[in-house]
Every structure is written in structure tokens, then in C-alpha cells.
């Protein structure tokens, strides 16, 4: 589904965030400073986003991210929490995140109970996943913003981002 405010195109430091992720959810998420979550467009909704994301400059992997409060959870400030498609070995808190948010898969909402909220995340992965390998998605995991000295403000068509580190 075709959103304003998309493509978008943020990156910045990876901040602990609620520790629930890779304990509760079996989803471990990176988590945007505060900065980078109050700098989104005000188009760009809550919900669930599907999109690339890559690591200090590595590998370009897909990534699905929850932009808003979390109702289960019933969040007090909005968050960014992006899950990217990859088993890595290590925490990577400090390490510069890329995202490139493409799509929108749902909006937000509240769970009756935590394997409900499970069921909907592993749906959103399996969505994710299966949309970014449709050729129109595939093109943005080689854009230069995902090169290594690409990390400033960019413009993109209509769509221009805030960047911060």
C-alpha cells in the first residue's frame, strides 16, 4: 500500500530500549534515540513498517518496524523499534542504524494477551519478507543510502529526511 511520507529514510545510534524484544516476544528489536523518533514526518503514521535496514555499513537485510506507543504495552513515549530479518551474534547498542521504510503492512493496536501480540509479529515478519522480494522493493536494498558515507540529510523525490547520529 502505497503511504505518503514513503519512502523514508532514517539513521542513528541504537539505544537500549524496553528489553522485551528477544525476552518476551522472541523479536529482538533496535531502538532509535528519542531524536530520531521526534524528527519523523508527521505523515509517516503509526503502525507497522517493512522496509531495509543495515548495521555500521554492513549487509543490507530486510527489516519490519513497529513507529508508535505500543498499546499492549501502553507506552508512554513513542518509539521506533525496527527488527531486522538477520540472527546477529552480538548486542550492537552504540552501532549506527540505517532504515529505509518502505511500506506499510497495519496500524497499531492492542492485544488481548501476549501470544496474540507473538502471533501478529511473526504475521508481520512473513509479511515483510514475502513483499521485499517483489522487484519494486528489491531496488532499494542497493541505494546509496545504504553506502558507507552516506549518513547526512538526503532528498528522495518529494520525501526528504532527517537524518541524525
Avoid at 543490507?60 to 527488527?83: A, D, F, L, Q, R
Wanted: glycine letters at 8%.
Amino acid at each position: 500500500m502505497i503511504r505518503k511520507g514513503l519512502p523514508h529514510y532514517a539513521v542513528g545510534k541504537v539505544i537500549s530500549g524496553f528489553q522485551r524484544g528477544s525476552k518476551e516476544l522472541g523479536c529482538p528489536t533496535a531502538n532509535f534515540t528519542h531524536e530520531v523518533v521526534d524528527n519523523l514526518p508527521s505523515d509517516v503514521e503509526t503502525g507497522i513498517y517493512y522496509g531495509w535496514a543495515n548495521v555500521d555499513n554492513g549487509p543490507v537485510y530486510k527489516m519490519v518496524m513497529s513507529v508508535g506507543w505500543n498499546p499492549y504495552y501502553k507506552n508512554e513515549k513513542k518509539s521506533m523499534e525496527t527488527h531486522i530479518l538477520h540472527k546477529f551474534e552480538n548486542d550492537f547498542y552504540g552501532s549506527s542504524l540505517k532504515v529505509c521504510m518502505l511500506g506499510y503492512l497495519r496500524p497499531e493496536k492492542d492485544f488481548k494477551s501476549l501470544d496474540e501480540l507473538i502471533e501478529a509479529i511473526q504475521n508481520d515478519i512473513k509479511n515483510a519478507s514475502d513483499t521485499l522480494e517483489q522487484p519494486e522493493w528489491q531496488k532499494f536494498k542497493d541505494h546509496d543510502f545504504f553506502l558507507p558515507n552516506k549518513n547526512g540529510l538526503i532528498t528522495n523525490g518529494n520525501h526528504q529526511s532527517s537524518l541524525l547520529q
